[in-house]
């Protein structure tokens, strides 16, 4: 299983970007997709998932009101909308996925995000 994520680029503080993330590879049914984080010297961090045979997402705290992940299940491909975008978003995100609960073990190579003050 392979993920690509596109989306990312340089930004001001306040604009938008959309963040895609499509699985391929063999047949591929995800459990939930999600989008994690890492900031320069900080540890990697949720930003948030969905499930995929159900409408639940979670949304870590500091992204809620600001961010929203959609699905489209017919093209496994998860999206990250990204709203007002502050400078302490910058990160390179990743995309995951799992088949089973509770265990993300495929990884996209990640999109830089750099918000500008």
């Known amino acids: 299983v392979q993920l690509q994520a596109s989306g990312g680029g340089l930004v001001q503080a306040g604009d938008s970007l959309r963040l895609s993330c499509a699985a391929s590879?063999?047949?591929?049914?995800?459990?939930?997709m999600g989008w994690f984080r890492q900031a320069p010297g900080k540890e990697r961090e949720i930003v948030g998932s969905?499930?995929?045979?159900?409408?639940?997402?979670y949304y870590a705290d500091f992204v809620k009101g600001r961010f929203t992940i959609s699905r489209d299940t017919a093209k496994n491909t998860i999206y990250l909308q990204m709203n007002n975008l502050k400078p302490e978003d910058t990160a390179v995100y990743y995309c995951?996925?799992?088949?089973?609960?509770?265990?993300?073990?495929?990884w996209g190579r990640g999109t830089q995000v750099t918000v500008s003050s």
């Open positions: 995951t996925a799992a088949e089973v609960a509770a265990s993300f073990d495929y």
């Open positions: 590879g063999r047949t591929f049914r995800p459990y939930a």
């Open positions: 969905s499930r995929w045979s159900r409408d639940y997402t």
